[in-house]
């Protein structure tokens, strides 16, 4: 799946020499009284969508060289040709296999391809403010204290050259030497200033030899250095805080800020220049502000989708998208929140809250079939032959994934503690299944309760009034709508609707040995709350149009980065031998846009059905 996806960023000024010093000392004595805790980079960022992960990046520096092995490990493997790929893929998940069953619209379904470029899903942030992020301006705004032009123009086509190669690791040379020709204060000054400013990362410093001046360019402290902010000039005019829009192509939003975070020294100035070498993505629209942007700072997300080769007809796709503008679309967890291997990740928490600590060990390490990397499965088939954790450590050199951290967990607390091996896992990812697997029964309960009671508010069903989630009575079942009903996902926090769905519920967590008036759990992160969570979603600015191509590869609307280089759409051919459907909507947060093109086109979205149509088409 390729998307692109327009983000808004906020990064805080630069600390002082005096904050550094006090931080670096306070980091001295916590590393030693505990383990070296996890990097954070104290960025703010706003982003809900799901997307897949893609690491691959020819510029970014590693603070290790393990790091660095592995990431060119990640990167070695081919995708393969579309019959390889989807013959793995038959292993994958489908809807049913989530509880994902039903529609909501009458209209008869029909096929298209989904994401076939990755220009074909665009994704733009809604602010808090209703206003969608994007990417129109490179410029930089300008204060007194900015560096001068001449800034810019100082350095030959050569020390850039250098420069940069010292910057990007591209060669073996730890430091650039540049003489000064006119020796004076002011000059050496500008000197400095231009190295600092265009290639964020080097530090510089005067030294003489043979009697002559020279700037000498380099990382301080190696690589490291990328990763620590130091002392940078910042005016008191502005305000503490650079915020400004990230625009990715096929680029996962950590995977851009963990690059960005190596580079920065977090001026727009210093932003701007890093356009110039960073690969699949762009910054743009910067300001300063006093306040920064939080997560979940967003009122949703507004997608742009085409749809390739569809099949249906003129009325197939009106009444398509007008079911979707007026009813709307079941609320799903969509296919990411399930995984894409033959084991989903909604079994591991399952296991998880179960306290089976031996089957999630299983379920992680076990040989699985489908689509993996080579070194996985030869480390699932040590551990398998052997059940010893060094050795199947050995067969895997990218030690960072899931199953690497949990093997190094056992090898240091044996396998009678798998729960603290587990625990090495961070946080987020060991919670993700969890969450997944209250995903899996929520979406099996409203496949259910749509199935029993249709598309009406009955009694019994749950509405919220504020934040408290109420049981609708007889006498006011008709004030409201289907579009009013919430859903909770299992935990101790939440109530259970009063008709045969909340008896459903307790069957089937009775069928997973889990009972529902007991969702806290021995170790309190794996404890559930619950939520409630809207069963229908009508979204909002929807709009459409067909459009008739005759080239696959051709791209159907401009991005914003097309408009800013300023790229013309392709002419179409007004009866051209494919059709597409480009379609418009957005989104309130933690919705899924797959589960949105699922209710238009009535077909499976999930990758393994994607991907049997995408080979159909390539051939």
Known sequence: METVEVNSVSLKRPRSEDDVANADEIKRQKILEKPKAENNSGQSIENV??????????????????????????????????ESFADMMKHGLTESDVGI?????????????????????????????????????????????????????????????????????KNKE??????????????????????????????????????????????????????????????????????????????????????????????????????????????????YKNHPLKLGELQGNHFTVVLRNITGTDEQIEQAMHSLREIGFINYYGMQRFGTTAVPTYQIGRAILQNNWNEVMDLILKPRPGAEKGYLVKCREEWAKTKDPAAALKKLPVKRCVEGQLLRGLLKYGMKNIISAFGIIPRNNRLMYIHSYQSYVWN???????????LKAVPGDLVLKGA?????????????????VVMPLPGFDVIYPKHKIGEAYKEMLVADNLDIN??????RDYSLSGAYRKIIIRPQNVNWEVVAYDDPKIPLFTTDLDKLEGKPLPVLPTDGKFRALKMEFSLPPSTYATMAIREVLKMDTSIKNQTQLNTTWLR
């Open 101 to 169: 069953t039903k529609f909501v619209s009458s209209h008869k379904g029909f096929s298209g391809i989904l994401k076939e470029r990755y220009s074909d899903f665009v994704v733009h942030e809604i602010g808090k403010d209703g206003r969608v992020s994007h990417l129109d301006d490179f410029s930089v705004p300008v204060d007194d204290e900015d560096p001068s032009e001449e800034t810019f123009t100082v350095l030959s086509d050569e020390d850039k050259q250098r420069l940069e190669e010292l910057q990007l690791f």
């Open 518 to 523: 007991n969702m806290r759990h021995k170790i």
């Open 444 to 454: 099996n309960m409203v496949s259910k309760r749509i199935e029993e009671y249709g």
């Open 468 to 484: 408290t989630a109420v049981h609708i009575e007889e006498g006011d079942v008709d004030n409201y709508t289907i579009h009013d």
């Open 174 to 287: 730890t430091s650039v030497a540049i003489e000064v020709i006119e020796d004076t204060k002011e000059k050496r000054t500008i000197i400095h200033q231009a190295v600092k400013s265009l290639f964020p990362g080097l530090e510089t410093k005067t030294e003489d030899r043979d009697g002559k001046k020279y700037i000498i360019a380099y990382h301080a402290a190696g690589k490291k250095a990328l990763a620590n902010p130091r002392k940078h000039s910042w005016p008191k005019s502005r305000g503490s805080y650079c915020h400004f829009v990230l625009y990715k192509e096929n680029k996962d939003t950590m995977d851009a800020i963990n690059v960005l975070s190596k580079f920065l020294r977090i001026t727009a100035q210093r932003l701007a220049h890093l356009n110039k070498c960073l690969m699949n993505f762009k910054l743009g629209n910067f300001s």
């Open 49 to 82: 969508t799901e997307q897949p992960k893609d690491t691959k990046s020819e510029i970014i520096p590693t603070e290790e060289s393990e790091e660095q092995e592995e990431e060119e490990l990640e990167d070695s493997d081919e995708d393969g040709d579309p």
